[in-house]
């Protein structure tokens, strides 16, 4: 997720889109966590039947085991990494993931091999040939239980290269989600495509001697100048020729980002732009944005109409599945309820992907489209405080998204753990008697220090599928000082790990399931016809005007809402404070709101935000009742996206169904 407040792209617009409001029924008829059923016959129960959504899949076996890694060595200065600690003399890790900055990624198309990058310690000088494993690198690792040749489970791709198959370029600083194409010869890192050419990664023939590491490059400059636009989230489409990227905008006091679509195009002997060498350029660069679409938001006179078809692309988080697809973070279609929505290429029609109330970005979604593989912060409760009222619009919102989404994170603990879910998402059935949520993906074991459900251990991103969908990998990190929650120092726990290590790589198989016979899509367009092509040197395209003033929001189902957005004064343009009363409001007919609910922000620096938030919001309905109560002085809370440490004065407090959910502590 975006490190940062919520870009423009969140603001609001009074421009209808002719035609539209495709809704497809995949969204929010999933509530209570804790439900207390009642058994009545309900509108979710009707529309499961007449839309043909099937009863959810029942739990499968999953086998999780930890993949091996380089050995830790504990001295980590030159040559610490000794014949002693690797015999193999093939390189050494750190124990601490800080360090390292482990990240695993996906298959190779083999199945039998997962990407990772990390960073190697404590390698001897040269010309000792250990010196070749040092810094950061990627590497491929043994998923099936082998070895390469030389008896490691392990192998550096990038280690050893010669300088001018990198084209003198300095190393690499960044080769994060590290992704495999479907051909098994190249993998996308950062900005980087690393190349063995025509021979497999995996294969004996691909050398050091074979690797090149090509620079991804993005024009921004009308002449092609310079050297290219900063991306980030770099995310290969299963085409293999086109990728999606965010980009970071600075612009006066407010920090935004953007997501793009483009296609790869190999260029040799390039004449303008740095670096002078072969290169892959980004060309029929898309913007995600569309800026003669409907806004979530927008108003009639006095009537404030809700747009869920709305594209609010804020952070794209991938193109995996089918290819038809982009995953994104945008609007919430609930309140602080943070989820996965995906947008059709073509189409552009919207769909919910993810609808439980705690947050979800990391996203992978099998070849055949049917699972994705998620990382959720469901098993700690910890947006519970936030979201767990269900059915609320999406309207304090347009202020506060980005210090929402930052407090799913303790500093650079994650409360992430994996998930499978179907297609058709969390649900309930059986006439709404039972609730599924999709499945843990490490739900065995005794929860014992080291087990593969220890809590202490939280996913990073990505989780990736196998492309014949019957494994999956992801890593964790053992939470570590000083973000273990509560006062420090902390009794952190000791890792079980290799030498202390604190991240590990794991693989779940799914033994129940029939391989799917995937083949890599024909190319897509490079067209998205509701997207703003982007032309180098062009003013950002951003869609932002801001609804001032005091609405009426009617409940789709009943009942309506006061709202005001009110600026900093009589005169601004910039939406400071939003106020909502609801009368009996209800978007679903499940949930019946009542209550008052004001919420201020301001932003002290580029990073910072500070909320002053008021709510006392009463919830019925037929899963049960909720309430969402500040306490008498207000809630007031800060937090910086860059660090995610949450300070608050003041309670927030969600209750649902007698189930008291509370904010996180000070600084945990
Ligand atoms: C080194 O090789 C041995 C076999 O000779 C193998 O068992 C071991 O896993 C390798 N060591 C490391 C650190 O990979
Ligand atoms: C890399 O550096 C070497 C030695 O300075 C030089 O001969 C070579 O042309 C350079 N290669 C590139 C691609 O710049
Ligand atoms: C895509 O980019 C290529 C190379 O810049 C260009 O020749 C082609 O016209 C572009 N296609 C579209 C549809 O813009
Ligand atoms: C706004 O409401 C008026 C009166 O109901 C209606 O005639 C008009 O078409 C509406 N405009 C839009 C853009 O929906
Ligand atoms: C606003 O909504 C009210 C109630 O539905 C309706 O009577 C009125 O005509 C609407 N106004 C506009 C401008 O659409
Ligand atoms: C938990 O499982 C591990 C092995 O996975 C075992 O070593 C340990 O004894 C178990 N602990 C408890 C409390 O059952
Ligand atoms: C971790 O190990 C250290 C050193 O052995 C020990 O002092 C500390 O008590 C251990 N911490 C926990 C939580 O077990
Ligand atoms: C995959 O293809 C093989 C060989 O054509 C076939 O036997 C198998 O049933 C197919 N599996 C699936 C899941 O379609
Ligand atoms: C707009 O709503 C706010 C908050 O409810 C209220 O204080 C204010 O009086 C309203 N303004 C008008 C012009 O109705
Ligand atoms: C914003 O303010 C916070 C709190 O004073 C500080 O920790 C942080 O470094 C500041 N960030 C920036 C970008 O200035
Ligand atoms: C929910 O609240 C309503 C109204 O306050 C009450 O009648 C009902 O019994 C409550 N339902 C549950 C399940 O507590
Ligand atoms: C909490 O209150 C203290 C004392 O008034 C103040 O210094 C601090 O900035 C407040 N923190 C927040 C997050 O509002």
Known sequence: MIEARPPEGYLLSQTPKPGGGKIQFKMAFTFWKTATILGLFSLVHALTQSTGIPSPPKPEPIDVIELPLPPVTANESTGGCTYAVNPNGTGCISASWITSSFQSGNFLPDGKHVTASLVFSGAPAAPDPRSIYSGLQVIIVKADGTFFPNSDPFKCITCGIPAENRFNLTASTDYEYPQAFTDGTRILAGPYIISCGIHQLASTAC???????????????????????????????????????????????????????????????????????????????TQFLDSSGPSLFSANGTNLTMNTQAIAVGEARGLSGLGNQLDYIGFCWESCNIDITSVNLQTGEVTRVTSDPEYVDPVDTTSDGEWTVIMD???????????????????????????????????????????????????????????YQGQQVNAAGNGSDGSINDPNWNGGADPRWSLDGTKIAYFQML???????????????????????????????????TPLNWTTPSPVSDVIPWGQPYVPGSALATSSTSLMGNYTLTGKVQGYADVAFIGADATSTTLRTVAVTYHNYSDDGHNFIIGNEQVTATYPNLTLTHVDWYSDLHATGIYGNSTKVTSSDGFHFEIDTQTNKFYANGTLTTTVNGVVYEQPINGG
């Open 207 to 285: 050398t050091p001697e074979q690797v090149y590491i090509y620079p991804i490059r993005w024009n921004v400059n009308v002449d092609g100048s310079g050297a290219g636009g900063t991306m980030r989230e770099l995310r290969k489409h299963p085409d293999d020729v086109h990728i999606s990227f965010n980009a970071i905008s600075y612009s006066g006091s407010t920090i935004a980002q953007y997501a793009y679509f483009a296609r790869l195009h190999f260029i040799h002997s390039p004449t303008t732009g740095i670096p002078l060498t072969p290169r892959y350029d980004l060309v029929n660069v």
């Open 377 to 435: 912060t469901t098993t700690e409760n910890r947006m519970m405080f936030l979201a767990g009222m269900r059915g609320i619009p999406p309207l304090v919102d347009l202020l506060i998204t980005g210090a929402v989404s930052s407090v799913r994170n303790n500093g650079v603990r994650r409360f992430f753990q994996p998930w499978i879910v179907d297609r058709y998402g969390a649900r309930y059935y059986n006439n709404d008697t039972c609730y």
């Open 479 to 513: 939470v570590t000082e000083p973000n273990y929650g509560g006062s420090n120092p902390l009794p952190c726990p000791n890792s079980t790990a290799q030498g202390g290590r604190t991240y590990r790589l794991m693989l779940a198989t799914l033994p129940s399931r």
